[in-house]
């Protein structure tokens, strides 16, 4: 058995030179998707490119108008710095991940290049129309998430591309991240949901988890529930009891979940819509 | 004794003496390098030159095998052997009761992952690539997997569908009851999930046989069983214990032991094998799902009149302990309760699912979730609070069970119902608490005004060794000496599996208790030198190996009360043993036991067998036990019943323990056992569709995590067993078998939703909220 060769590179350049220098290289993270797939015999790559050491990546920046996360950045870092006060759903979804093991060393880029629907980062990132940088040998480019997560674990990345950082605009207003498992924690996700509320633009941003084949927007949700809250309510933005069970509803119908191992469709269905509206009912008053 | 999981273990034992004999608690001698990570399991055998392992396995539930062509996997460089059945030198079969089970299969397979060949190459990923290469050619057939459906269908064994069907008829069979309530209940498939993979290395040795360093719960039986299909005599495979990360009944069933032995005298190298979490979970039985309907009838006052139950149990492809767990179950179905009258059917059933056996609580845990069930049924029917009709019903010393059998010993039923209930509750659910404490935890889902709380009861009992006329026993061999230094030391040579439940400790203070020596030594565990010790299951070891050693105790003792009588030239009467000396009655000298081993060692070996018990007869009755446990449990459970989500929050325990020879140990039995109970009640399931695993992993295969582990507040009750050493009963079993049926009573309890299958799923709870309200 040949062992696979292990670049350390130092720079995101230099992690490119790697990739297009040894075909069929793979980069690694955190390792924390990479390495079961590699003990379950489903991923054998002959080089390996190993991106710890690569500072430029663990870098994040806020500024007024946006958040720049580099794909670097990890789970506990994500729930424990000052992101977590810019992005309080980022944070509330990074703390769901695994156990302290897996938010030390798992990463925002091995969350999106691993693109499972059930990556607890996604639905937040979908909300915030998160847009993904990526550097290639033939320079960089900046796509929507949507097109880059184009299927169950399934991307538009190129074998030899970096995933840089991810940049999304900066909201004012509460957010949430719920998420359902049968256990009290380290779990994957049967259905979560990201609940943005943007009280200077007036709308309302949802994203989905566990119920799609890749993380969805619940738009007719959004427009709905937009237009039913009173922005201007003394005490906060109000939604009555009716226009919320109407936004479960829509959010339940933007969902296209399966029956598996680990739940149903009915089930999965019914359990985003009723965490879409908690997380919304967290957000804003609900009138009688 | 009262513990609580909120405090240090050295406050939260009270009653712990520090000391190191019977009734203290001193420190496991492998405690510290366990929790350092430094001691050595299974899985850290190593010998240079060895080779490694792997087996394959069908990915059919049920096949014909055409052939299989091992010829690829033997071209692949650093391969060095593949074995199938055709290899196989003795009995093609294997079985801890009945040899039913290929140790390849040949011509059928019968269940998901089982083993058609294994190989042995230089390196582990040879020997992947090689087991992967081996072409199999397979005829897909229908499987049989429904137990009612095998019942009726053609065999799919030479040995038929049903491994057994008893009946137990009790009392009038036409009695019936002023309230009748019935109702179905349901149990999944639980693993033991170990954390320590089944793995071993296998020696070849000189004179044709084999040394095995295995991980198992019983040495001797595996040997039996292995030198069976070597085709060599016992006395040539020698099985020595190696560490052992957890066992739970999952290793009471050969899994590599003969693959390994087998590779070994093939390729005349050490070959070493370790499943990975994957394959563990195809390599050993798994906790027998049931299906069971009961019908209970009592009087106006709530009197039990009669319990009538038909039990189900689905064996899997093989036979196993089917039979002993059918048997437990359909003797404790009606649990811990005087019943008159009983007519109780259990069937144990072949299909092609995977093979279930031996697991913490073996048969007693699928009844208790239908008995315990029915007495709130029936406690509801009759506008009794349910533990008033607990307590009316328990059982009491001289009462009788559904077989007949005349209970002689202790019985504390009531206490530990009692104890259980006298806990303190929880402080109600804390509105401006954190959200990760709710139901749902770290996911954040559930606002104070989503919480309902419920409180649930649950009793139950079961057997201690083993039943029905199996001859039990343990051999034991003491030696006592003289160290270099003058102190005696004490070796104690016993073939006894530490599985992880403290047995090393407690061996060495049962001989400080007996002989006052402060120095023993454990033989390491083997077939080689010392006989049987039997399982390390059916919480027996405490009772069985530490009788053993009590006994060969006492005869030294003796020996050295002689040698002292006879140095002192007087009468052995008229000598005593105290605490490490013997004192001569009439002047009160004294000699030490290492001024009385100077001369010469003293050596005794000893098999020590309980009171035989019997064979049920045909009507199920019959003195089948030896001795019974008793526990109680109250859940204290918070759900989302709109999401189904369930948060354990605490459970009071009471727990019928004879003698706690080690309190410290016993409140770890309690709070693992209720780990793995409260698993089964919410989260716990091998996942089987079509006969197919669908969650062979730790990621879906759901343990509970700190954050699903409740308080436990235990009290032990200790009241001496007549005939155990130091009235000692077992403790490993009983706090798995009542927590997760209080559990299920808890969530009925907060929903009002008829709870009925273990575990329950988010979904068995939500979508009757969602078709409640709307
Ligand atoms: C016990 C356990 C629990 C888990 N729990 C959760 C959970 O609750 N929620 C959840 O969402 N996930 C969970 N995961 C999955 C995993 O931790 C996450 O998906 C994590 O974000 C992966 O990041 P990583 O840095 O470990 O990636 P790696 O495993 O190193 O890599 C994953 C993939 O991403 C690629 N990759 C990594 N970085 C880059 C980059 N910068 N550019 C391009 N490609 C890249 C790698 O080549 C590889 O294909 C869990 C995993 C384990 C083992």
Not at chain 1, 263 to 270: D, I
Not at chain 2, 85 to 105: E, H, I, K, N
């Amino acid at each position: 058995m040949r062992a696979a060769r292990v670049a350390l590179p130092t720079t995101v350049e230099e992690a490119v030179e790697a990739l297009t220098e040894a075909p069929g290289a793979q980069l690694l993270a955190g390792g924390t998707d990479f390495c079961v797939e590699v003990n379950f015999g489903l991923r054998r790559p002959p080089a390996v490119v190993a991106l710890r050491r690569v500072q430029e990546l663990r870098r994040y920046e806020v500024t007024p108008a946006s958040v720049v996360i580099g794909a670097g950045t990890t789970y506990a870092d994500m729930g424990g710095t000052e992101l977590s006060a810019v992005l309080p759903a980022l944070a509330a979804a990074a703390r769901t991940v695994g156990s302290p093991q897996i938010r030390n060393s798992g990463t925002l880029g091995g969350n999106i290049a691993t693109a499972s629907p059930a990556g607890d980062t996604l639905p937040l990132l979908a909300a915030l129309d998160a847009r993904v940088t990526l550097r290639g040998p033939a320079g960089e480019r900046t796509l929507p998430l949507g097109e880059i997560v184009t299927g169950v674990k399934t991307t538009s990345i190129a074998p030899d591309e970096v995933v840089v950082e991810v940049v999304v605009e900066r909201r004012t207003g509460p957010q949430q991240f719920l998420k359902v498992g049968t256990r009290n924690a380290m779990v994957i996700a049967i259905a979560s949901a990201a609940v943005v509320v943007d009280l200077e633009a007036h709308e309302v941003r949802v994203g989905l988890g566990s119920v799609a084949p890749v993380p969805v927007r619940a738009t007719e949700a959004e427009m709905h529930i937009g237009d039913a809250i009173d922005w201007r309510a003394t005490g906060g933005p109000r939604a009555s009891a009716a226009a919320l069970a109407r936004f479960g509803e829509l959010v339940g119908q933007a969902a296209s979940p399966i029956t598996d191992h680990r739940s149903t469709a009915e089930y999965r269905r019914h359990a985003v819509q009723v965490i879409a509206r908690r997380a919304l009912e967290r957000c804003v008053v609900r009138a009688a | 004794m009262t513990a609580n999981s909120g405090t240090g273990i050295a406050e939260r034992v009270t009653g712990a003496r520090r000391g190191d004999r019977v009734g203290d608690s001193p420190a496991r001698p492998d405690g510290a390098q366990k929790t350092r990570g430094e001691f050595a399991f299974s899985s850290d055998l190593w010998m240079d030159g060895m080779l490694w392992g792997k087996t394959l396995r069908s990915p059919h539930v049920a096949a014909k095998i055409r052939s299989v062509d091992t010829a690829p996997a033997l071209a692949i460089p650093g391969v060095r052997a593949v074995v199938t059945a055709a290899d196989v030198p003795g009995r093609p079969t294997f079985g801890l009761d009945v040899p039913d089970q290929p140790v390849f299969a040949s011509e059928v397979i019968r269940y998901h992952g089982e083993p058609v060949a294994a190989v042995a190459a230089d390196h582990p990923e040879a020997a992947r690539a090689a087991a992967a290469a081996i072409f199999v050619d397979y005829e897909p057939l229908v499987p049989v997997v429904d137990p009612e459906i095998a019942l009726e269908a053609s065999p799919i064994h030479p040995d038929g569908n049903v491994f057994r069907h008893l009946v137990i008829r009790h009392g009038a069979p036409d009695a019936t009851g002023d309230v009748v309530v019935e109702g179905d209940y349901e149990v999944g498939m639980q693993d033991q999930a170990f954390l320590g993979p089944e793995s071993g290395l296998a020696v070849p040795a000189e004179d044709g046989g084999v040394d095995l360093y295995i991980a198992t719960q019983w040495l001797h039986v595996d040997r039996d069983q292995i030198a069976a299909s070597l085709g060599v005599p016992a006395e040539r495979v020698r099985l020595y214990l190696a560490g052992v990360g957890g066992a739970f009944g999952g290793r009471e069933d050969v899994s590599l032991q003969i693959h390994l032995c087998m590779l070994a005298l093939r390729t005349g190298r050490p070959v070493k094998m370790v499943y990975a979490r994957d394959e563990s979970f195809f390599g050993h039985v798994h906790r027998h799902p049931a299906r069971m309907w009961y019908r209970h009838h009592a009087s106006r006052d709530g009197d039990l009149v009669k319990v009538e139950a038909r039990i189900v149990i689905d064996g899997g492809a093989y036979l196993s302990s089917s039979n002993a767990v059918i048997s437990n179950a359909a003797c404790f179905a009606p649990g811990p309760y005087r019943v008159p009258n009983a007519l109780v059917e259990g069937y144990a059933v072949r299909t092609n699912n995977p093979p279930c056996g031996a697991m913490r609580g073996f048969g007693a845990v699928q009844v208790c979730f239908g008995h315990e069930a029915q007495m709130d049924k029936l406690a509801a029917a009759l506008f009794m609070d349910p533990v008033e009709l607990r307590l009316r019903n328990a059982l009491e010393r001289n009462d009788r069970l559904v077989t007949g059998q005349v209970l002689r010993g202790a019985v504390p039923v009531r206490e530990v119902i009692r104890a259980a209930a006298s806990h303190p509750l929880p402080p109600p659910p804390d509105p401006a608490g954190p959200v990760t404490a709710r139901p749902g935890g770290a996911g954040a889902t559930a606002g104070p005004e989503d919480v309902r709380r419920g409180v649930g009861f649950a009793v139950s009992m079961k057997n201690i060794a083993y039943s029905e006329g199996f001859d039990d026993f343990v051999t034991a061999r003491l030696r006592l000496e003289a160290g270099v230094d003058g102190e005696a030391v004490a070796t104690v040579s016993v073939a006894t599996a530490e599985v992880g439940q403290g047995f090393v400790t407690l061996a060495a203070q049962i001989v400080r208790e007996e002989l006052g020596v402060a120095r023993v030594v454990l033989a390491p565990p083997s077939t080689v030198d010392v006989g049987s010790a039997g399982s390390s299951s059916a919480s027996r070891q405490t009772w069985m190996s530490g009788g053993a050693l009590q006994l060969a105790c006492a005869t030294l003792r003796a020996e050295l009360v002689v040698r002292a009588a006879e140095l002192w030239e007087c009468a052995a009467t008229q000598c005593l043993f105290d605490d490490g000396d013997v004192v001569r009655a009439a002047t009160g000298e004294r000699l030490s036991v290492p001024d009385l081993l100077a001369p010469a060692p003293l050596e005794t070996e000893h098999e020590f067998h309980h009171r035989p018990t019997r064979a049920l007869d045909a009507d199920g009755q019959g003195d089948a036990h030896l001795s019974f446990m008793f526990a109680a449990h109250r859940a204290v459970v918070d759900v989302d019943p709109e999401l189904g989500l369930v948060r354990v929050v605490q459970i009071a325990t009471g727990q019928d323990v004879g003698k706690a020879i080690n309190p410290v140990q016993v409140t770890g039995q309690i709070e693992g056992g209720v780990a793995q109970g409260i698993g089964l009640a919410v989260m716990e399931e091998i996942v089987v569709t079509e006969g197919h695993v669908r969650n062979p992993s730790f990621t879906d295969y759901l343990l509970p995590t700190v954050l699903d582990m409740p308080d436990v507040l235990a009290t032990v009750i200790e009241e001496p067993e007549p005939g155990a050493p130091y009235g000692a009963k077992g403790v490993g079993e009983p706090p798995t078998i009542s927590s997760g049926p209080a559990v299920l009573a808890a969530i009925r309890d907060a929903t009002g939703f008829p709870v009925t299958r273990a575990p329950v799923r988010p979904e068995d709870i939500a979508l009757t909220w969602m078709r409640r309200t709307s």
